[in-house]
């Protein structure tokens, strides 16, 4: 999906939604939290956060947190959730096998063992894996996610 520079993403749109159930379970009503909140955050602002169109700064989901009644570690853990958020990137290890980058190589030697004991031609590195692939291929795991990017990005 393309974004745009309005768009707030997946995770703003997920923590919107999380704070609309929890609202709505807890049977408040946004004018309720208006008011209890002192006017502070207004009806807009609580429909904004709520549909996702407006992304929370750190102060401002520390008072959705406390006006919500919801830790704002639980309130990302939970969209988090929703959006099945996942750190790490995705390579194509036959792409990765196939390469023959000199620094990528005993990462290419690892995707090739990925192949033959029979993983999926997809794999999505956890950060971990991204750790000490870096460590393998002697390079910092910026340098070795930028490589991957170039040289073995799943393409659509």
Do not use: F, K
């Not at 999906?1 to 379970?25: K, P, V």
Request: with cysteine; glycine share 6%.
């Amino acid at each position: 999906m393309a974004t745009s520079d309005t768009d707030t993403g997946n995770l703003a749109r997920a923590t919107g939604a999380e704070l609309q159930s929890h609202r709505e379970q807890h049977r408040w009503s946004r004018r309720s939290l208006a008011i209890w909140s002192g006017h502070d955050c207004p009806l807009s602002t609580l429909t904004s956060w709520e549909h996702g169109t407006r992304s929370m700064n750190l102060r401002q989901l520390d008072r959705a947190g406390h006006l919500y009644n919801i830790a704002p570690s639980e309130l990302l853990r939970r969209a988090e959730h929703r959006i099945s958020w996942a750190p790490g990137i995705a390579v194509d290890l036959d792409a990765l096998a196939a390469n023959q980058v000199q620094s990528l190589i005993p990462a290419a030697r690892w995707a090739r063992y990925q192949r033959q004991a029979g993983g999926a031609s997809v794999h999505r590195l956890s950060v971990a894996e991204i750790a000490s692939l870096a460590a393998q291929c002697g390079i910092d795991t910026a340098r070795l996610t930028i490589l991957l990017a170039i040289e073995a990005a799943v393409r659509p």
